[in-house]
Nanobody, 122 residues
Framework: QVQVVESGGGLVQAGGSLNLSCAASGSIFKINRMDWYRQAPGKQREFVADITTSNGRINYLDSVKGRFTISRDYAKNTVHLQMTSLKPEDTAVYYC???????????????WGQGTLVIVSS
């Protein structure tokens, strides 16, 4: 059994910053990648950023490039999303997703967190 848990959401004024964290725990053999997605009210869930363990490759949604930074703490099985220059359109529930190889059973799983709410006021 593995899980990921997000934290760090909240209410912030436009132009402000927030740091989100996501911690993976459980029967983990290896984490292949960790991602952030978001879902705004009335909209579909969209990709925000990801980081691949094997090569450190990072990808961002175009609208967050230069404002958001994704990083990993490999020893703690965590991923962070530093968000700066926040805009009202960044308001959404932010979800962590991880591609995890579990120890027992030895299998690959896509694991989603419950989400953390970010509200950016204008």
């Amino acid at each position: 059994q593995v899980q990921v848990v997000e934290s760090g959401g909240g209410l912030v004024q436009a132009g402000g910053s927030l740091n989100l964290s996501c911690a993976a725990s459980g029967s983990i053999f290896k984490i292949n990648r960790m991602d952030w997605y978001r879902q705004a009210p009335g909209k579909q869930r969209e990709f925000v950023a990801d980081i691949t363990t094997s090569n450190g490759r990072i990808n961002y949604l175009d609208s967050v490039k230069g404002r958001f930074t994704i990083s990993r703490d490999y020893a703690k099985n965590t991923v962070h999303l530093q968000m700066t220059s926040l805009k009202p359109e960044d308001t959404a529930v932010y979800y962590c997703n991880a591609g995890i190889v579990t120890i027992s059973p030895y299998t690959y799983q896509e694991v989603w967190g419950q989400g953390t709410l970010v509200i950016v006021s204008s």
